[in-house]
């Protein structure tokens, strides 16, 4: 019974450590979930950008940021609408596509591009 005791009163310790690493240093609690997070799937994004290209390679070389997403989900929903009239874009879209970063902009892979006809953009 002592033993039984002695486990208890550890895993009560060990409980409210945990509980209060959360709630005196969120910043650093964070930091460990989200190393945790990347040791089980690394291939979870931190945020997904809509990234466009144009056409027209004298208006925007390279690609180009046009919204940021938290979700792959969200980003491959705004794939599917018609950006040609975003006032963000300087001429007619050549690609858009979807691609998941860590926080530190470390481009983690591209979740799927889609190319724009020249008569649709």
Known sequence: ??????????????????????????????????????????????????????????????WRTLRVVERPEQCLQLLEHNHAHDPQIPGPLGSLRCVSYRKNDEMIEVLQVRRIAPDAG
């Open 1 to 62: 019974m002592r033993n039984n005791t002695t486990l208890i009163t550890m895993l009560v310790a060990f409980g409210g450590m945990v509980i209060g690493l959360f709630v005196f240093f969120p910043g650093e609690a964070s930091v460990m979930t989200g190393s945790v997070r990347r040791m089980i799937d690394p291939k979870r994004p931190d945020l997904v950008r809509l990234e466009y290209i144009t056409a027209n390679p004298e208006l925007s070389r390279g």
